[in-house]
């Protein structure tokens, strides 16, 4: 609403948006299938986390990078992280 506001003074004002841009991966269905936005900024939806993959954005995109790796040292050498071998 805040973003229909604006574009609606911008017009009044005669400095109508040529771009408008917004939303992300997680608010994708709402911002495009809003007719107000002409770009939309999905990020990680290129590589599609295991979070939004357990949510209501499956059926949307899937998953396209896996990352097999060993935790080679753990938090008891390094309290504040780990070492891995990718």
Do not use: R
Not at 24 to 43: N, V, Y
Not at 65 to 82: E, G, I, K, N, R
Request: net charge negative; hydrophobic share 35%.
């Amino acid at each position: 609403q805040k973003v229909s506001s604006c574009v609606d003074s911008l017009q009044k004002a005669g400095l109508a948006p040529e771009v408008v841009t917004g939303g992300g991966t997680g608010t994708f269905p709402f911002e495009g299938g809003s007719g107000l936005f002409t770009e939309i900024q999905p990020g990680s939806f290129m590589f599609m986390d295991n979070e939004y993959g357990s949510v209501e954005m499956e059926d949307k995109f899937q998953q396209s990078l896996f990352v097999l790796c060993t935790v080679t040292s753990d938090f008891t050498a390094h309290p504040s992280w780990m070492v891995v071998d990718a």
